[in-house]
């Protein structure tokens, strides 16, 4: 069976699915006075235009949240890898006490369940071993429920990979960090949103995270040879859960895509890939011409395709530890197991105005062009960040201090951006790397699968997703940051959300319809953590190595600062392409001559837009 022999059935169902929606938008704001037609693609349900994804890797909320906002402050500590002095954490008077924590939920010492007690790794342990994160591992880890048996499931007391400055520890699954180590995580809670009920859609480690991130739908995966690109003659274990007669599952585990060059170490290895059938949101956004990109740390390859020969990814750099890793991840890009969205050759964009729209780079970009595209106020209306892997907060390779470096310097970079006034940020992630935490799921979606699934989903009421099976969930708690405008100051929010629900707010913001057997009709929404009555005009800058609260702007370098005070060499780096470099010239000095013929035109209609937006929804609330 073709991979995508279901894509134009399911395009025209959407397709009508979408204008029937757009007609229907229009006869209501008609009814209230509006323009009867909202065809340009800046047209949004709320006031924002442009939503940033930090997109990180394997926390659960008890991992980084679970003493919140209580930290330690244990004097002398030091930040691991730049030496520098840990930073105190003082909540601010007001601060909700009502978190879901498992210190609040009485189960920090004895009380705990859990063969090894919950302990607190200092700053100075930043880099530790990766835990076990599979599918059917954290179900084990629950035990129906009781969250009882993350020692016996999950831990990994002794690092795989070993490296210099790796922290070990018996029962390291009950690890957790506080404000002394998270401070950046933590003032951003202070300041903007934090929601305590945040889940994977599913069970299970990357892969499925990322791909229900941009589809909620993990359903349509099959195998293929590496060697031949031809599907396998029997689906691969690892790849497809639960196949049909056909070979077509479920996605629930981290093999790498088929359509990109860097796949199974720059296709040194033999292990099958994977393609996905169906749509996912680029898609979507594509059939409305909204402006998106997936932006990853390494995507530019180190040595470009040519000819028959394809692209590499070498580019390396060290997180704290002075331990190097490979900065691209090709199972951590969702967009490259889709033909429709892939960019397979890692091509870079022709030009800084490609980037966002379609071209030869296919909205799959480097981190390099996100910066570009911003510093020319271009930025795309939906964008994904993916920290290279030294940054991306990964157990073993990454860490809370290098993840905290990343975040920090592109939301410090946003809050100077012309588009800041419209722009919501999102910081999720994709699992929980089995990290401990107290609190039990909901399942929304049973799976009886006699071989993966054990009896928190097997003996779940609720019936399969869409009757597929190895779909269980929601799997595990992770923590969900909304820094914006129009975000709530210092407020915890408890709505039920999950990683389809971002899907589900970028449908709804740009009207786009849903996709076909996804969870993200089933997920909450993300409506309560926004307060679009009252924009605010406040900043926060952080440190972009302590995360401390900074009375200015950092400067834009200070994490390679801090590198260098840790004395290890940063990167083997590729070479930035030529033309985006151009075109970044080229395009920042355009703009300033277009502004007096453009922007005040845009300002009005933006006005305009707001303010019908808000009377819609007064109305609405009445």
Known sequence: ???????????????????????????????????????DPGDTATPIKHVVVIFNENISFDHYFGTYPVAANTPGEKLQGSGLDAPSFTAAPGTPEDVNTFTRAGLAGEANPNKYKPFRFTPGQAVTCDQNHEYTAEQEAANGGAMDKFVEFTTKDKCASSGPGMFEHPGSVMGYYDGNT?????????????NDNF??????????????????????????????????????????????????????????????????????????????????????????????????????????????ARALCNTTHRNV???????????????AYYRSTANEHHVAPSGIDEIGHGGVANHNYDLTDFDAALKADKLPAVSFLKAGEYQDGHAAYSDPLDEQTFVTTYVNRLQQSKDWASTAVILAYDDSDGW???????????????????????????????????????????????????????????????????????????????????????????????????????????????????????????????????????????????????????????????????????????????????????????
């Open 1 to 39: 069976m073709n991979p995508f022999r279901y894509r134009g059935t399911r395009s025209h169902t959407t397709r009508a699915a979408a204008l029937a929606g757009a007609a229907a938008i229009a006869l209501a704001a008609g009814a209230i006075g509006a323009p009867s037609v909202l065809a």
């Open 182 to 194: 998270v401070t950046g995580l933590w003032n951003y809670a202070q300041n903007y949103t934090l």
């Open 199 to 308: 889940w994977s859609t599913q069970f299970g480690p990357s892969t499925p995270g990322a791909i229900n991130l941009v589809s909620g739908q993990t359903f349509g995966v099959e195998s293929y040879d590496a060697a031949t690109g031809k599907k396998t003659s029997a689906p691969d274990k690892y790849t497809v859960g639960a196949p049909t007669a056909e070979g077509v599952g479920t996605m629930y585990e981290d093999p790498d895509p088929l359509y990109d060059d860097c796949s199974n170490k720059n296709r040194t290895g033999k292990d099958a890939l994977a393609a996905m059938q169906g749509k996912n949101i680029g898609d979507l956004l594509n059939e409305k011409s909204v402006t998106w990109g997936w932006f990853q740390g390494g995507f530019r390859p180190s040595t470009a395709a040519a000819g028959d």
């Open 321 to 335: 530890a002075g331990n190097a890793s490979v900065d691209y991840s090709p199972h951590h890009n969702p967009f």
């Open 436 to 622: 401990y935490d107290h609190q039990a799921p909901v399942i929304l979606s049973g799976s009886k699968d006699p071989t993966l699934d054990r009896t928190i989903c097997a003996s779940a009421a609720a019936p399969a997703l869409a009757g597929q099976s190895v779909r269980c969930g929601p799997g595990t708690r992770q923590p969900f940051l909304l820094i914006s405008p129009f975000a709530r100051k210092n407020t915890v929010n408890h709505d039920p959300i999950e990683q389809a629900s971002i899907t589900k707010f970028l449908e709804d913001n740009w009207r786009t319809g849903r996709i076909t057997d996804s969870a993200d009709e089933r997920s909450g929404k993300l409506d309560g953590l926004f307060d679009f009555g009252a924009a605010r005009a406040d900043k926060v800058w952080l440190n972009q190595v302590t995360g401390a609260v900074e009375a200015t702007p950092p400067p834009a370098d200070q994490g390679a600062q801090a590198a260098a005070v840790k004395g290890a060499p940063s990167s083997s780096a590729a070479t930035p392409s030529p033309t985006s470099t151009q075109a970044a010239g080229e395009s920042a000095g355009s703009s300033s001559k277009t502004w007096l013929w453009v922007g005040i035109p845009v300002v009005v209609v933006v006005l305009v837009g707001v303010g019908v937006w808000a009377l819609r929804n007064r109305r609405s609330e009445s």
